[in-house]
């Protein structure tokens, strides 16, 4: 008898694939029996409960919008668009409908000869071109300076960077039209960041030796006057068993 029911067993890899894994064989098996269902009412009723059936399986999709037309369409996937009813909106789905084509994403260009700086560089080298020239430009191409050096140490941490190779790549990026003075370091960006660094690691070993110190004042007040309290107490019983 056992050997006769396995014989009887169907693997799931003798069946049909399933169109949309998510809603699981059960779901794509009642799509397909409304399909044989001869009643126009009785067919639309019935897939009705197995758009509610389908919509309570994922209920964290509730708030996605137009959530119940995805649903629809995913019927008349399952159902591969040979099914006679009608959804809501009163759109039925087709596979021309049904499939949408993505506009093209567009890639940021940039100067692969300079790809190491990073596209951001060139944009900020832009709006430097657009300014007038005065202290604000000049302290706006010092950043630029000192973010193109240290974009430029990240990827030759093994090799000195010196401000000429920053200052031409710039010039060159530019067309020609940016210049850094030879007398200028664009080391003010780094050295910022080191002392800001040193600054919080300061601050946090003041903190640590404050809370150190108040640490030890209060653990030797509250020592001495357990002491004292135990000294006092030893010396009152002493005294009281001296008169008995």
């Not at 959530?67 to 009608?86: G, N, P």
């Not at 596209?119 to 202290?135: C, P, R, T, Y």
């Not at 050096?149 to 401000?163: G, L, Q």
């Given at each position: 008898?056992?050997?006769?029911?396995?014989?009887?067993?169907?693997?799931?890899?003798?069946?049909?694939?399933?169109?949309?894994?998510?809603?699981?064989?059960?779901?794509?098996?009642?799509i397909?029996?409304?399909?044989?269902?001869?009643?126009?009412?009785?067919?639309?009723?019935?897939?009705?409960?197995?758009?509610?059936?389908?919509?309570?399986?994922?209920?964290?999709?509730?708030?996605?919008?137009?959530?119940?037309?995805?649903l629809?369409?995913?019927?008349?996937?399952?159902?591969?668009?040979?099914?006679?009813?009608?959804p809501?909106?009163?759109?039925?789905?087709?596979?021309?409908?049904?499939?949408?084509?993505?506009?093209?994403?567009?890639?940021?260009?940039?100067?692969?000869?300079?790809?190491?700086?990073?596209?951001?560089?060139?944009?900020?080298?832009?709006?430097?071109?657009?300014?007038?020239?005065?202290?604000?430009?000049?302290?706006f191409?010092?950043?630029?300076?000192?973010?193109?050096?240290?974009?430029?140490?990240?990827?030759?941490?093994?090799?000195?960077?010196?401000?000429?190779?920053?200052?031409?790549?710039?010039?060159?990026?530019?067309?020609?039209?940016?210049i850094?003075?030879?007398?200028?370091?664009?080391?003010?960006?780094?050295?910022?960041?080191?002392?800001?660094?040193?600054?919080?690691?300061?601050?946090?070993?003041?903190?640590?030796?404050?809370?150190?110190?108040?640490?030890?004042?209060d653990?030797?007040?509250?020592?001495?006057?357990?002491?004292?309290?135990?000294?006092?107490?030893?010396?009152?019983?002493?005294?009281?068993?001296?008169?008995?």
């Amino acid at each position: 008898m056992g050997t006769q029911s396995a014989h009887n067993m169907e693997y799931n890899s003798e069946k049909s694939d399933l169109i949309i894994p998510e809603y699981g064989r059960n779901v794509q098996m009642l799509i397909r029996h409304a399909k044989t269902i001869e009643s126009d009412e009785i067919r639309q009723a019935f897939i009705e409960k197995v758009i509610d059936l389908m919509h309570q399986m994922h209920p964290q999709n509730r708030n996605i919008e137009d959530y119940m037309s995805k649903l629809w369409k995913h019927v008349f996937r399952i159902a591969e668009y040979d099914i006679k009813v009608m959804p809501p909106n009163g759109e039925i789905p087709t596979p021309e409908t049904d499939i949408t084509i993505p506009e093209p994403v567009s890639y940021p260009v940039a100067n692969v000869k300079y790809r190491h700086y990073g596209n951001n560089v060139q944009i900020l080298i832009n709006k430097a071109l657009k300014m007038e020239d005065g202290s604000k430009k000049n302290g706006f191409l010092l950043v630029i300076g000192g973010y193109m050096k240290m974009a430029y140490k990240t990827w030759n941490r093994e090799h000195f960077v010196s401000d000429d190779i920053i200052k031409g790549d710039l010039h060159k990026m530019s067309d020609g039209k940016l210049i850094i003075a030879d007398n200028i370091s664009l080391d003010g960006l780094s050295n910022s960041n080191r002392r800001k660094r040193k600054d919080d690691n300061d601050r946090g070993g003041r903190n640590d030796r404050d809370r150190g110190g108040r640490n030890d004042r209060d653990r030797g007040g509250r020592n001495d006057r357990d002491r004292g309290g135990r000294n006092d107490r030893s010396r009152n019983d002493r005294g009281g068993r001296g008169r008995r």
